[in-house]
């Protein structure tokens, strides 16, 4: 929960929605993106996402860091996984 | 993934022992607490104590959101889940937490309708698709969660969505660490402060812990490297004389936190006078409930809940761990009565609950040191 997943935003939906779409290790899912500066977030960016918001921005180096670390967490992360994999948000 | 490498790096984290050891005054015992349930996790999993000398203790603190949730609340969520045409949604970290009268998965089993979701939104998504049900989320967590249930029941006024209320049991991290501070069980000299809650209050409301209490707090990242990196920044600080509160997670956690998110979740949620903490007792201004304007999505307000305090069982021991006067394995229970799969207390239950991580790490890692010692 207060475990954050890195992802890589691909694409922003409408204006108004506050819904973008990210890439986490190559599953795609919507997230809300209404607490970041509205406008400033651009695809290519990675976030940090808790529950289903991206509640910071990161860099992509900063990301990788996370990434790494919570594979190395092992059940923790595919248990956090699963539940977004499982999310479906629109 | 050179930054993997950086934070990884077993020479690095050598070197930072070294120099830890170093700024060891002789004779002196050290005792940091960090205050996050994911910190726990990384200090077991890694083995991060090892690294230590024997006189710089770590101990953990009540960072884990669904340690701290009373039974009497969660008996509250189950009595709300048991009635007719609800369909209570819960984070899957709750599903086995124990009430006094069993556990969300227990009520689940007795034909309740409890739905596992990954966030608030998704709970959101199945009262739209169930006009005719009452749909409640289960909301806990500390400010990291906090702003996601905001802007969840901000979209459902918009939406005018009528069927959709929250179970408010955020509780705020400050309250708590000074409930710590001013408790006689533990003297600490430093806090390691928690990463992620930080994104969103920033760094400032840690700042009576250095100017009131003189104690250092740095705020750290969760790679090991990060970890070891806080403990050398607060012995430093301690050598030098200094209590400051330092940002070693500033690739995350900017100074002043999150506005938007901090600005949703005063919004839609005010703070509660006061609010029981497992283990930890009543807290001031503790916990926050849904403010006024946001009424009707306030569970507590639409479904009278029995509201009954239940004590912990006797036997558990979370209170202790919880405060850090404890280490998990010193509970009369810890591994034999309670584990992760028939827990007792809640710290047993989440995986960043200090018990779990030492259950499925810790155990492991005192035992391949004590092979390696004996090898």
């Known amino acids: 929960m207060c475990l954050g997943i890195p992802g890589e935003i691909v694409e922003i939906d409408a204006e108004g929605t506050d819904l973008a779409t990210v890439d986490v290790v190559g599953v795609h899912r919507k997230i809300n993106i209404g607490l970041l500066d509205a406008g400033t977030v651009r695809a290519g960016d990675w976030v940090l996402v808790h529950v289903g918001f991206a509640m910071s921005r990161i860099d992509e180096e900063e990301a990788a860091v996370t990434l790494e670390l919570l594979r190395g967490l092992g059940q923790a992360y595919t248990d956090e996984l699963q539940a977004l994999a499982g999310s479906d948000i629109s | ?375």
């Open chain 2, 1 to 375: 993934m050179r930054f993997v490498d950086e934070y990884r790096d077993a020479e690095t984290a050598q070197m930072l022992a070294t120099r830890i050891a170093a700024l060891c005054e002789p004779g002196r015992h050290y005792t940091f607490m960090e205050v996050c349930g994911g910190h726990t996790h990384t200090i077991y999993k890694h083995g991060l104590e090892d690294y230590l000398p024997e006189h710089v203790s770590l101990v953990h603190g009540p960072g884990c959101p669904v340690c701290v949730i009373p039974m009497g609340r969660v008996d509250d969520a189950i009595d709300i889940a048991k009635r007719p045409g609800v369909i209570m949604t819960s984070f899957g970290d709750m599903m086995r937490v124990p009430g006094g009268t069993g556990s969300f998965f227990d009520a689940k089993a007795a034909s309740a309708d409890i739905r596992m979701v990954y966030s608030p939104l998704d709970a959101l998504k199945i009262a739209r698709q169930n006009p005719d049900s009452q749909v409640v989320f289960m909301a806990i967590g500390f400010e990291t969660t906090a702003p996601s249930t905001a802007m969840t029941v901000l979209r459902a006024a918009a939406e005018k969505i009528s069927n959709f209320s929250i179970f408010c049991n955020h509780v705020t991290i400050i309250p708590a660490i000074k409930a710590i501070l001013d408790s006689p069980d533990l003297r600490l000299d430093g806090f390691i402060g928690p990463g992620h809650v930080s994104t969103v209050i920033g760094c400032r409301p840690y700042e009576f812990i250095a100017r009131q209490y003189g104690k250092p707090l740095v705020c750290a990242g969760f790679e090991p490297l990060d970890i070891l990196q806080s403990v050398y920044m607060l012995l430093k600080q301690l050598a030098e004389g200094r209590s400051e509160v330092e940002n070693q997670y500033a690739r995350v956690v900017p100074w002043d936190g999150n506005p938007l998110a901090l600005d949703a979740i005063s919004r839609v949620m005010r703070l509660r006078p006061y609010f029981e903490w497992r283990g930890l007792g009543f807290i001031s201004h503790s916990a926050l409930a849904v403010h006024d304007d946001y009424a009707a999505y306030d569970a507590e307000r639409l479904f009278e809940v029995p509201g009954v305090r239940v004590a912990d069982p006797k036997a558990c021991q979370c209170g202790e761990v919880l405060k850090g006067v404890l280490k998990p394995w010193e509970c009369k229970v810890f591994g034999t009565a309670c584990t992760p799969e028939t827990p007792i207390g809640t710290c047993m239950v989440s995986s960043e609950g200090a018990c779990a991580a030492y259950y499925n790490f810790g155990r492991f890692t005192r035992q391949r040191v004590t092979e390696a010692v004996r090898a």
